[in-house]
């Protein structure tokens, strides 16, 4: 079992699939998912991971939460979540995870908080039919009739559909699929309506009732990955560079020769030249010569 990460609900938009079919699709931002506390067998019980997301003002966190990020050397976070993980699954503290965490295709269970609307009626509620509409009924059409049992026993049964709250309790939804992911802004595409208003804060973890694709990193997505992958991509670079100065050096050389074989043949030329001129000159003069005898 791996971490799951805490995303932000950015809104619903929707996506084309190679065959021109629209997919509704809710998008989730990354926002610095990092590790605060390791949670082991002997200390705690269990073993999990404290991962804490979303950027706050130091001044409004309080004195006790403030040293809780300062002992793991944590800059503060507006929330902190616990996972429970295996124990070959957990991460040094002060890791940052990355969007690579989840793979295209995969199954994951978004839970959060659902929208508050307020005190609500036993049809808006819990879809009740109503009341007939027609002769005998009073002014109580949408009421959600009795809810008791007389003497016996003589109170109203504990969990009893009633009107009451619509809404603002937490939700999970499962097995949503993975659509898209964004590398460069962190962003994830998840087919379908998540819980909870713009801007709130949502947990998503690998799905329960689904087995994890082959080509998810174990055992998380991390930002070093990338930037090794980095590495390993300017050394490349560099590598590239350095070949293209070699061959610049080995065209230069390979010009210069020429040129210097060149400018050899060109004195050649000349002094050839001068020579058949220098030659006409003795032709003309012995012509000269001869005419004066």
């Known amino acids: 079992m791996r971490s799951g990460l805490i995303l932000k609900k950015i809104g619903m938009t929707r996506v084309f699939d190679d065959t021109g079919i629209s997919i509704p699709v809710t998008i989730l931002k990354l926002e610095e998912n990092q590790v605060v506390k390791i949670l082991n067998q002997d200390k705690n019980g269990y073993t999990g991971i404290q991962v804490a997301s979303g950027k706050v003002k130091t001044k409004n966190i309080s004195k006790a939460i403030r040293g809780h990020f300062a002992k793991s050397k944590v800059e503060p976070k507006r929330i902190i979540k616990e996972f429970r993980v295996h124990e070959d699954m957990l991460i040094d503290e002060g890791k940052i995870f990355s969007i690579n965490h989840f793979s295209v295709g995969q199954k994951v269970d978004v839970s959060g908080v659902s929208n508050g609307k307020g005190f609500s009626g036993g049809m808006k509620r819990h879809n009740f039919a109503g009341l007939e509409a027609t002769h005998g009924v009073s002014i109580s059409h949408r009421s ?19 009107a009451g709250q619509y809404g603002n309790v937490n939700k999970t939804i499962q097995n949503l699929t993975v659509i898209q992911i964004n590398n460069e802004d962190e962003l994830l595409y998840v087919k379908g309506s998540v819980p909870g208003p713009k801007n709130s804060y949502l947990v998503v973890k690998d799905a329960i009732k689904s087995s994890l694709p082959e080509n998810v990193i174990m055992p998380a997505g991390l930002k070093e990955n990338k930037k090794d992958n980095k590495k390993l991509q300017d050394d490349k670079v560099e590598v590239k560079e350095d070949d ?18 060149e400018i050899k043949d060109s004195v050649e030329d000349v002094s050839i030249l001068e020579d058949a001129q220098d030659d006409k000159t003795v032709n003309k003069e012995d012509k000269n010569w001869k005419l004066r005898l």
């Not at 959600?144 to 009633?162: A, F, L, Y």
């Not at 293209?244 to 074989?261: A, F």
């Open 144 to 162: 959600h009739g009795s809810t008791g049992n007389s003497q016996d026993p003589g109170r109203v049964w504990k969990g009893k559909k009633m």
């Open 244 to 261: 293209v100065k070699t061959s610049e050096v080995e065209n230069d050389e390979i010009s210069s020769k020429k040129t210097n074989e």
